[in-house]
């Protein structure tokens, strides 16, 4: 088992465990000042159903791509390139899109929930209710976990390595800030994981990248199009020139090479088309992070910029 190959899945479980553990560190904070701990029970219910619902998810999938080779065991060399193109995708704007928002909502996060959490106690249903909220929290982070490990070329034991240590971390952070009344700057970590996540992501758009033109040079090989799709580079299809080859001397399946490849998304060949959607991830998706990062940062300075305006 390789294990530089289980830091990504890591990386992200960690992150998203964090999330999930935050969310459930505040309700069960909040039903404690309420003088509620009946109401415990409901969201451990939550956390156990959220954890068995992505396990099912990832299950379902895998069995589904079990069947689909089984089905078209002539499309191996389509099929898994698709694949790889269709998890990639969602992946990607799940998990930018996740981490935009987290960074927006990181100020106000527990005060919609201690909202939420008044608003359940309400209710006569009130531990259906926190049962939702931290089973729906849960299943989140999980779904979007799960979408990232259909897109890494690992074993099943670098997969469930990776998601252990990250659980791990994930409780370990948990019970330290909410059981024994650990200090840790929350802040910083989710800026490190944040930067972290975005040269994962970054990785899989190379990937997609690569798998498109994998498909493009195998439908340019079926007899049955009479076009070639592929527009003439020597090494190729449409991904433009060779950029760079470091294969012979920084190969990205050897140590040093795997772990610059599985945390910065570097590879030992990168063709021009690659080169350029990786900048445009950082400059449109990076940026955006960075900005959103400094106003969540310095919220004074920014009413003060708006204010005059008003």
Request: glycine share 10%; charged share 10%.
């Amino acid at each position: 088992m390789d294990i530089a190959l289980a830091v990504p899945t890591a990386i992200v479980t960690l992150r998203e465990g964090v999330e999930a553990a935050l969310v459930v560190g505040i309700v069960l904070a909040c039903l404690s000042k309420a003088e509620k701990p009946h109401l415990n029970q409901w969201v451990f219910g939550g956390v156990a159903a959220g954890l068995v619902g992505s396990i099912l998810i990832g299950s379902f999938l895998g069995l589904g791509l079990q069947q689909l080779q089984y089905v078209m065991p002539n499309a191996q060399g389509l099929l898994k390139p698709i694949l790889g193109i269709l998890f990639g995708s969602i992946a990607v704007i799940m998990l930018s899109w996740m981490l935009l928002w987290m960074t927006r909502q990181a100020k106000s996060l527990k005060t919609e929930i201690n909202q939420t959490v008044s608003s359940a106690l309400a209710n006569e249903a009130a531990g259906l209710s926190l049962f939702s909220l931290v089973c729906i929290a849960v299943l989140r982070e999980g779904f979007e976990t799960v979408l990232f490990l259909f897109t890494q070329p690992q074993t099943l034991g670098s997969s469930l390595l990776g998601v252990a240590i990250g659980l791990f971390g994930a409780t370990l952070i948990g019970f330290g800030l909410f059981r024994w009344g650990i200090r840790i700057n929350l802040g910083l970590f989710f800026q490190v994981m944040g930067v972290l996540l975005l040269l994962i992501i970054a990785g899989l758009v190379v990937s997609l990248c690569r798998n498109v033109d994998i498909i493009f040079a195998a439908l340019s090989q079926l007899s049955s199009l009479p076009l070639d799709l592929c527009l003439g580079f020597e090494q190729s299809c449409v991904l433009g020139p060779l950029v760079w080859d470091t294969s012979q001397s920084l190969p990205d399946k050897q140590f040093p090479g795997v772990v610059l490849k599985v945390l910065l998304g570097y590879r030992d060949r990168i063709y021009l088309v690659q080169l350029l959607a990786y900048a445009l991830f950082w400059l449109v998706i990076g940026s955006r992070y960075f900005r959103t990062l400094n106003r969540s940062m310095n919220p004074g300075k920014q009413a003060t910029s708006v204010s005059p305006s008003a």
